[in-house]
């Protein structure tokens, strides 16, 4: 067994020198490190720096998300939600801990760079999401994302892409992903009160496979129930956090900005190692430009493709903007990630018990019990929308469910094993898997962002000319592969 890891250690992490940096130790020369950003501030420009001038109207739509279209329609909010289960989760609790770990507090402004110009990026994907969207199988449900726009918008000759993305989203968010959740959660309830690893995986396991059976109108119920409950909590106790240590807020914010261009140093460090902790764990948190929320945007029912472009938007706001600079103030203003050797969600459970005491480590634990589960649930709609692409079959669905159940088991196995070497790999697997899947979704939305622009002067004419809410006719533009029975002019 050991042996077989080993192998797997030395390919996950040439996959990771590939899409992260690395190769020929330079730290920068990897796909997602020189094109993220860039990508991000291609589109802000193009967008007119949409993210800041739109600000306010975002929040106008999202006031507006709760309301059904149609009947048996899934809700704007609704699939926010979703993705916003899958977005909050890990990432903001034990991913901002290891990010802080590998490159010290500079590693949260670099987080915080890749969500302001990621809202962009999410703009554009789920825009586009909703421009190529087509009806799903059961009456009221659409289907849709990277996959989708790519053979429908680049034609078939990139046919090859879209299978290359969609097989990269179920082992990322399939499998691998979902065992990072699963980890994070049998660590932290075993952290806080002595719950053998291997039975929580078991229960988690059995209860998401009740949840995902009932699809995706099941999936937006739990989740626009639960993310805003767990989220306002988790929120307000690093509120609380920061209120009785307020004197030492700006000391802990200099810290972040002093070593995000490596003036100080701290943790890792080096300059390299600070930029790529935040990219790699800003992108595993919101997750823009990866491709993943695209799946679940597209499954909205909205009156214009740019509604749900705002609403995603949102999101990567709400998770890393919000949550995870709440999680770097939790650990930040306790000063524990500066000594001994904790990682991951324990060094949060620590620092909040280091503020609150000992109830601080359980009320992480049933944050991320919260928020590690809603994602597990959201991820496995994502990769089953692409299995749904690639093989039309309940054989192939069936021997997906399978997997997921078993990905689950592992990384809770990987939590009872205790071994660091072993928490390492996986969290390398979840990064290079995540790293492939979103460099082939950057390319496709760098071909066809001009569609994006171009569906939201649609949106913005109709805004200039006194609509309220701007509706999208399909037959006025002649953009190949858009289905105008979806898109007809009658919302």
């Not at 979703?82 to 402004?109: K, L, Q």
């Not at 307000?236 to 002093?258: D, Y």
Request: with cysteine; glycine share 10%.
């Amino acid at each position: 067994m050991q042996a077989f890891l080993d192998w797997l250690s030395t390919f996950i992490g040439w996959g990771s020198a590939v899409t992260w940096g690395g190769i020929g130790g330079v730290w920068w020369l990897g796909i997602l490190i020189a094109a993220l950003l860039p990508a991000g501030l291609y589109f802000t420009w193009h967008s007119r720096f949409i993210q800041f001038r739109s600000f306010g109207h975002m929040i106008g739509v999202m006031k507006r998300s709760f309301r059904k279209e149609h009947a048996d329609s899934v809700t704007s909010f609704q699939a926010f939600a979703t993705s916003a289960a899958a977005r909050v989760g890990t990432g903001n609790i034990a991913g901002v801990a290891v990010a802080i770990t590998a490159g010290g507090p500079g590693a949260v402004f670099w987080m915080w760079i890749v969500a302001w110009v990621g809202m962009a990026t999410s703009f554009i994907e789920n825009t586009l999401a909703q421009t190529y969207k087509e009806r799903g199988e059961e009456h009221g449900t659409f289907r849709g994302g990277p996959a989708y726009y790519i053979e429908k918008g680049l034609g078939r000759k990139w046919k090859w892409l879209s299978v290359l993305f969609s097989i990269f989203l179920v082992i990322c968010f399939g499998f691998f992903f979902n065992a990072v959740q699963s980890n994070a959660m049998a660590s932290a309830i075993y952290g806080a009160w002595g719950v053998n690893p291997l039975l929580v995986g078991a229960i988690v396991a059995l209860v998401a496979a009740i949840i995902v059976f009932g699809g995706i109108h099941t999936i937006g119920r739990f989740a626009s129930i639960v993310v805003p409950f767990m989220a306002l909590a988790y929120i307000a106790i690093a509120l609380f956090v920061i209120a009785i240590n307020l004197e030492a807020l700006p000391a802990a914010m200099a810290r972040i900005f002093a070593n995000a261009f490596g003036f100080q140093e701290a943790g890792a460090g080096a300059f390299g190692a600070v930029v790529a902790s935040g990219i790699k764990r800003g992108l595993f948190s919101n997750e823009a430009g990866m491709g993943s929320s695209p799946n679940v945007g597209a499954a909205a029912d909205v009156k214009h493709p740019v509604v749900q472009g705002y609403v995603q938007m949102a999101s990567v706001f709400l998770d890393t903007i919000v949550i995870c600079t709440a999680t770097a103030a939790i650990i930040l203003l306790s000063d524990v990630y500066m000594v001994g050797t904790m990682e991951g969600v324990t060094l949060t459970q620590d620092s909040l018990a280091s503020e609150i005491g000992p109830l601080g480590g359980s009320f992480v634990a049933i944050a991320l019990l919260f928020f590690a589960f809603t994602s597990i649930i959201a991820n496995y709609y994502y990769a089953e929308t692409n299995i749904f692409f690639l093989w039309h079959t309940r054989t192939a669905i069936f021997c997906y469910r399978a997997l997921y159940i078993v990905f689950i088991l592992f990384g809770a196995w990987v939590a009872y094993s205790g071994k660091s070497e072993n928490f390492a790999l996986l969290w390398n697997m979840a990064d290079m898997s995540m790293g492939f899947m979103a460099s082939a979704n950057l390319l496709a939305i760098l071909l066809l962002s001009g569609v994006a622009f171009r569906v939201l002067g649609d949106y913005e004419a109709q805004r200039a000319q006194g609509v309220l809410e701007p509706v999208f006719d399909a037959r006025k533009y002649n953009i190949e592969g858009v289905e105008h029975d979806v898109w007809n002019g009658q919302g």
